[in-house]
Nanobody, 124 residues
Framework: VQLQASGGGLVQAGGSLRLSCAAS????????MGWFRQAPGKEREFVSA????????AYADSVKGRFTISRDNAKNTVYLEMHGLKPEDTAVYHC??????????????????WGQGTLVTVSS
């Protein structure tokens, strides 16, 4: 199984980025997909999740209203649209896959698959 995240980069505060995570080696439509991030010196934290069909989503309070998660099961890809970026959004963003829905309580446990991460840097 591979989860390949891309789309990170350097952006000014208030800017936007779109992250993508392409999955292979698994039946994509059977997995909950999510995004986590880890800033330097901080613990990994949940960002967002989307259910198998894309009809249910969850967000961390810190990104609600600014980030949007979506998926395309035909392309085996999950996306994270990020708007109104803030310096505190700076982190390595990882995509992840698990088989059961945990909503915003997803803490990274019971998660068999992780991507390698893509760096998002927001300058002030």
């Amino acid at each position: 199984v591979q989860l390949q995240a891309s789309g990170g980069g350097l952006v000014q505060a208030g800017g936007s980025l779109r992250l993508s995570c392409a999955a292979s080696g698994l039946t994509f439509s059977r997995y909950i997909m999510g995004w986590f991030r880890q800033a330097p010196g901080k613990e990994r934290e949940f960002v967002s999740a989307i259910n198998w069909s894309g009809t249910n989503t969850a967000y961390a309070d810190s990104v609600k209203g600014r980030f949007t998660i979506s998926r395309d099961n035909a392309k085996n890809t999950v996306y994270l649209e990020m708007h109104g970026l803030k310096p505190e959004d700076t982190a390595v963003y990882h995509c992840a896959a698990r088989s059961t829905w945990a909503g915003a309580s997803w803490d990274g446990r019971a998660t068999p698959y992780w991507g390698q991460g893509t760096l998002v840097t927001v300058s002030s």
